[in-house]
């Protein structure tokens, strides 16, 4: 049975940190590309980021570079978000996923996590 598990969802301050954390089991981890997906109350599933199976690629929305990083460790079956620089419209369930192809489309991921809400306000 696959299992995706999200943690490290929460309350933060706008301007403020957040790290979340997925832990895969039931497939060879490794082999899947992994990625990150959240959606907003009222809005469709966005992608965010994604990782290729070794880690030395990744491909980022334009709405979060340089405030989030996708990250990776295949030895521990986890795929990483650092959330930096948070805002309001950060709000959302964020979900990963894994999938055969480093791409945004959201169909293309076959394994998907229950979702960690994050929520950014004052």
């Known amino acids: 049975q696959v299992q995706l598990i999200e943690s490290g969802g929460g309350l933060v301050q706008p301007g403020g940190s957040r790290e979340l954390s997925c832990t895969v089991s039931?497939?060879?981890?490794?082999?899947?590309?992994a990625g990150w997906f959240r959606q907003a109350p009222g809005k469709e599933r966005e992608f965010v980021a994604a990782?290729?199976?070794?880690?030395?690629?990744?491909i980022t929305t334009d709405s979060v570079k340089g405030r989030f990083t996708i990250s990776r460790d295949n030895d521990k079956n986890t795929v990483y978000l650092q959330m930096n620089s948070l805002r309001p419209e950060d709000t959302a369930v964020y979900y990963c996923?894994?999938?055969?192809?480093?791409?945004?489309?959201?169909?293309?991921?076959?394994?998907w996590g229950q979702g960690t809400q994050v929520t950014v306000s004052s």
């Open positions: 996923a894994a999938g055969g192809s480093l791409v945004s489309n959201p169909r293309q991921y076959s394994f």
């Open positions: 039931g497939l060879t981890f490794g082999n899947y590309v």
């Open positions: 990782v290729s199976t070794g880690g030395g690629y990744k």
